[in-house]
């Protein structure tokens, strides 16, 4: 894979973890309605977006490192 490739990769994996954290919050008090099965169900789906933001992150970092070999 080309490092201009593995740059926007990159790139792209960073933006989909802010965008999984602010998704998260988004869903979490959005998706929330008047029954305690309902908000709870919001609570765990938030939770769940959330914590893809970590592996966007590391993917984002690894694929940075990779560009930066294949110089």
């Known amino acids: 894979m080309s490092q201009k ?11 989909l973890g802010f ?4 998704g998260s919050i988004a869903i979490w008090y959005t998706t ?19 914590l893809w933001a ?4 590391i993917l984002s970092n690894r694929f940075d490192r990779y560009a930066d070999r294949a110089r």
């Open 54 to 57: 970590p592996t966007f992150l």
């Open 32 to 50: 929330g309605g008047t029954t305690p099965e309902s908000v709870a169900h919001a609570e765990r789906f938030g939770i769940f977006v959330g």
């Open 19 to 22: 965008a999984s954290i602010i």
């Open 5 to 15: 490739n593995l740059k926007l990769l990159s790139n792209l994996c960073f933006v």
